[in-house]
C-alpha cells in the first residue's frame, strides 16, 4: 500500500494539473455563488457604510475596502454582489500569485497547481476571498508579495523590488495586520547573511532598491498616516489597545489553535509543518523559500503567544494563508528527507484533499441552506444578515404606524444591517459609538426632533443611553430573525421621544 502510494504521488503529471484547475474552477465558482445568493454580515454592511463617505481612514482600518466596495456598487449597484465584487476578483488574483509563486520557489508547475488547490480548500479563504472585508485584500497582497519575491530570487534584478513596495504598501492600506509582512521582510533580508555568506544571491541590502521599495509603500500608507494625524491617531490608539496583556488564559491558545486547524483543514496544516520541519533539517533551502516560511509561522507564532492573554479572532493571520498553502505543497509533492515514506506523511496526503472537501461542503451546505437547524448556536446565521431583510421590513412598518421621523440605534451591525436592507430610507442615526463613523453627517437637531424609533438588540445595556437624551421610551414590539423556522436573535422596538440637550450622533 504505502509503495502504491508512493508511486502515485511521483506520478503527478500535466493531467493532475488539469484535474487540480477543474476543481479550482469550481472552487471559485462556488464562492462567486454564495456572494450572490448569502446577505451581508454586519461588518460587510459596515464597511459597506464607510463606501458611502469615503475618507483616507477610518476608526478600525485603512480606507482600502471602502474604496473597493465603492468601485463594486459603482459596476453592480448596491448589491450583495456588488458590494463583494472587487474582494472576489482580488481572490482569483491571489489564487493566480499563489500558483506563479509555488510554481517559481519550488520549480514545478504540479506544485503551483496543488498550492493554488490548497489555498482555495481552506475556509479561511472559502470566507474571507468572498466577504468584502479588509482580510480579502490583504491576503491577496501577501499573495502577490511572495510571487514578487519569487520572481526577485530568480531574476536577481532590483527593479523587482518596486513590486515588492507595491504589494507590501497594498496590504497596510487594507489591514494594520499587513505591518507583519513589513517584518518577513526586515527577518528575510538580515538573516539572509548565510546565504550571502555562500554566495547564494545578491546582498539586496547592500544595495539601493530595497530602499526605493520601502519608499514606495510609505506613499501608499501616508493617506492612512495622514488621517490618523488628523484625527490623533484614534486608529492606531485603538489598535495598539489590542496588544496590551489581558487575564492569561491557557483556553485562549487552545481556541485559537482549534480555528486555525479548523479554517486551514487539518491536512493542509499538518502537510506544512511536515514541509517546514524537512527545511529546518536542510541547509540547501532557496532564500525565496525561507522567506515563506517567515511569512508563514511569524504571524502564527506571534498571535498564539497573543491568545495567551487575550482572545485571538480566527481571521487574524489570514495573509498567513497564502504562505500556507505553498508549504502545503511542497509536504505534498516532495517527501521531506526527515519522513522518507513514512506511514503517517502518506496517510495525511492522502486524506488531506477529501477532508478538506469534506469542511467546505459542510460549510457551504450550512451557508446556502442551513442543513443543520441549531437556531441561534448558527454562527453562519448570527453573522451574516440571513432573515434580515424581512426584519427591516418589520421594522420599516413600525416606523410607519409611529410616523417616525427617523430610526435610533445604539450598535453598528443594527445600524449597518438597517441602511442595506431598510429600502424605505428613512433616516438611520446611531447615537453611540461615535467614532466609528466619523466621516459621516452629524445628525441635527431637526432629526431627532418628534416621534423616532428605536432598535435594539440589547435592550437591558443600551436602553439607558437612550433614556438619558429622550424623555419617553415606549416599547412598541419585538421582531423576531429566524431562519428554516428556528429563531437566531430578536429585536426590541421602543417609540421615543422628548429628544433634549445638545444633538449627537451621525447619519452613517
Not at 501577501?142 to 530568480?154: D, K, N, V
Not at 489570514?318 to 505543497?329: E, G, H, N, T, V
Not at 435610533?408 to 438611520?428: G, M
Request: with cysteine; aromatic share 12%.
Amino acid at each position: 500500500m504505502r509503495r502504491a502510494l508512493a508511486q502515485f504521488f511521483a506520478r503527478l503529471s500535466v493531467q493532475t494539473i488539469d484535474i487540480v484547475l477543474c476543481g479550482i474552477a469550481i472552487l471559485i465558482g462556488l464562492r462567486f455563488t454564495l456572494a450572490v445568493f448569502l446577505p451581508l454580515s454586519f461588518d460587510e454592511a459596515y464597511y459597506w457604510l464607510w463606501s458611502k463617505h469615503l475618507s483616507s481612514g477610518y476608526f478600525e482600518h485603512p480606507a482600502g475596502i471602502a474604496f473597493a466596495i465603492r468601485a463594486g456598487t459603482f459596476l453592480f449597484g448596491d448589491t450583495e454582489f456588488g458590494v463583494r465584487f472587487v474582494p472576489l476578483l482580488a481572490s482569483v488574483i491571489a489564487s493566480w500569485a499563489v500558483w506563479r509563486s509555488a510554481a517559481v520557489i519550488l520549480s514545478d508547475q504540479t506544485a503551483g497547481a496543488i498550492a493554488c488547490l490548497f489555498f482555495n480548500l481552506t475556509l479561511m479563504v472559502a470566507v474571507e476571498g468572498m466577504g468584502a472585508t479588509p482580510d480579502s485584500l490583504l491576503i491577496a497582497a501577501a499573495a502577490i508579495l511572495l510571487w514578487t519575491i519569487a520572481e526577485l530570487e530568480r531574476a536577481q534584478d532590483g527593479r523587482w523590488w518596486l513590486a515588492i513596495g507595491m504589494a507590501a504598501g497594498t496590504a497596510v492600506a487594507a489591514k494594520y495586520t499587513g505591518f507583519f509582512l513589513f517584518g518577513s521582510l526586515a527577518l528575510w533580508l538580515v538573516g539572509g547573511a548565510r546565504n550571502r555568506r555562500s554566495g547564494a544571491g545578491k546582498a539586496w541590502l547592500r544595495t539601493i532598491w530595497p530602499y526605493i521599495g520601502a519608499a514606495v509603500a510609505l506613499a501608499m500608507f501616508t493617506p492612512t498616516l495622514y488621517w490618523n494625524a488628523v484625527h490623533g491617531f484614534i486608529s492606531f490608539r485603538f489598535q495598539a489597545g489590542r496588544a496590551v496583556a489581558g487575564h492569561p488564559d491557557v483556553r485562549g491558545l487552545l481556541e485559537y489553535l482549534g480555528s486555525q486547524i479548523g479554517l486551514s483543514s487539518p491536512g493542509v496544516m499538518a502537510l506544512a509543518v511536515m514541509a517546514s520541519y524537512g527545511i529546518a533539517r536542510s541547509d540547501k533551502t532557496k532564500r525565496s523559500l525561507y522567506f515563506v516560511c517567515i511569512v508563514l509561522w511569524l504571524p502564527l507564532i506571534y498571535f498564539a503567544l497573543h491568545s495567551l492573554h487575550d482572545r485571538v479572532q480566527g481571521n487574524w493571520p489570514c495573509f498567513a494563508y497564502p504562505a500556507l498553502a505553498i508549504m502545503a505543497a511542497k509536504g505534498f509533492t516532495e517527501i521531506p528527507a526527515a519522513f522518507k515514506l513514512s506511514r503517517t506523511a502518506l496517510l495525511v496526503r492522502t486524506v488531506t484533499i477529501p477532508v478538506a472537501a469534506i469542511f467546505l461542503a459542510v460549510s457551504y451546505g450550512q451557508a446556502f441552506f442551513g442543513i443543520i437547524p441549531i437556531g441561534r448556536s448558527d454562527p453562519i446565521a448570527r453573522v451574516t444578515g440571513v432573515g434580515f431583510r424581512s426584519v427591516a421590513e418589520e421594522i420599516a412598518a413600525y416606523a410607519g404606524k409611529a410616523r417616525a421621523r427617523a430610526i435610533v440605534t445604539t450598535n453598528y451591525p443594527v445600524t449597518a444591517w438597517l441602511r442595506f436592507y431598510e429600502r424605505s430610507r428613512t433616516p438611520i442615526v446611531q447615537i453611540a459609538d461615535d467614532s466609528r463613523f466619523l466621516s459621516s453627517p452629524r445628525a441635527t437637531k431637526g432629526v431627532l426632533a418628534g416621534d423616532l424609533l428605536y432598535v435594539t438588540q440589547h435592550p437591558r445595556r443600551e436602553l439607558p443611553v437612550v433614556l438619558a437624551h429622550f424623555s419617553i421610551a415606549i416599547f412598541s414590539g419585538v421582531v423576531i430573525r429566524s431562519r428554516n423556522g428556528h429563531p437566531v436573535d430578536e429585536f426590541d422596538i421602543f417609540t421615543v421621544k422628548g429628544f433634549h440637550g445638545a444633538p449627537l450622533g451621525r447619519l452613517p
